[in-house]
Nanobody
Framework: QVQLVESGGGLVRPGGSLRLSCAASLSIFSIYTMGWYRQIPGRQRELVASITHGGSTNYADSMKGRFTISRDNAKNMVYLQMNSPKPEDTAVYYC????????????WGQGTQVTVSS
């Protein structure tokens, strides 16, 4: 059974730092582009950042320069380093595994709450 398990969420002060982790129990980690999404109450889920198996990254404009996505292919792990978070970054953060092979399912984690507040 495929599972994506996020961890590392919590309360962080504006200007601080926080690292989210996602453990992926995927049999072939290499065929998945991994991503972090977030959802603010009352708004649609939005992309934060994504990373291919080869390490190519994509960021939402508002996260560029503040957040960094990385992955450890040997450990089936994906990370989101959040530096200088702002109160508007408060959201539930979700890990996604998006298959690069047509016809295979995409997967989501259960989400982890991040609250940025002083």
């Amino acid at each position: 059974q495929v599972q994506l398990v996020e961890s590392g969420g919590g309360l962080v002060r504006p200007g601080g730092s926080l690292r989210l982790s996602c453990a992926a129990s995927l049999s072939i980690f290499s065929i998945y582009t991994m991503g972090w999404y977030r959802q603010i109450p009352g708004r649609q889920r939005e992309l934060v950042a994504s990373i291919t198996h080869g390490g190519s990254t994509n960021y939402a404009d508002s996260m560029k320069g503040r957040f960094t996505i990385s992955r450890d292919n040997a450990k089936n792990m994906v990370y989101l380093q959040m530096n200088s978070p702002k109160p508007e970054d408060t959201a539930v953060y979700y890990c996604q595994a998006k298959s690069t092979v047509p016809g295979l399912y995409d997967f989501w984690g259960q989400g982890t709450q991040v609250t940025v507040s002083s």
